[in-house]
């Protein structure tokens, strides 16, 4: 599976982005997939998962404010942003398992300013 990020950009604090994920399999192939950031300086962390509609998953400090979807054919994956503060500044990937393994995507770079 091949992916690519985007949406990432510019935003002030307390603004909304929409990232996206276009994955190169279609759902049948894909078994999760999830969105992941890395801020300056420090390590990858886990930010949100979708594996089916009834079953989506989010870091405590993105709950209530970041929503993750996927389309019907399960080919993009979202991460919808909003009330974004300066500490959701990071590079975000997206991540898929498939029954073969685990494929990450370039990142988006997000920047949240005070």
């Known amino acids: 599976v091949q992916l690519q990020a985007s949406g990432g950009g510019l935003v002030q604090a307390g603004g909304s982005l929409r990232l996206t994920c276009a994955a190169s399999?279609?759902?049948?192939?894909?078994?999760?997939m999830g969105w992941y950031r890395q801020a300056p300086g420090k390590e990858r962390e886990w930010v949100a998962t979708f594996v089916n509609r009834s079953n989506m998953n989010y870091a405590d400090s993105v709950k209530g404010r970041f929503t993750i979807s996927r389309d019907n054919a399960g080919n993009r994956l979202y991460l919808q942003m909003d009330s974004l503060e300066p500490e959701d500044t990071a590079v975000y990937y997206c991540k898929a398992v498939t029954p073969w393994g685990t494929n990450w995507g370039h990142g988006t770079l997000v920047t949240v300013s005070s």
């Open positions: 399999r279609s759902r049948g192939a894909i078994l999760s």
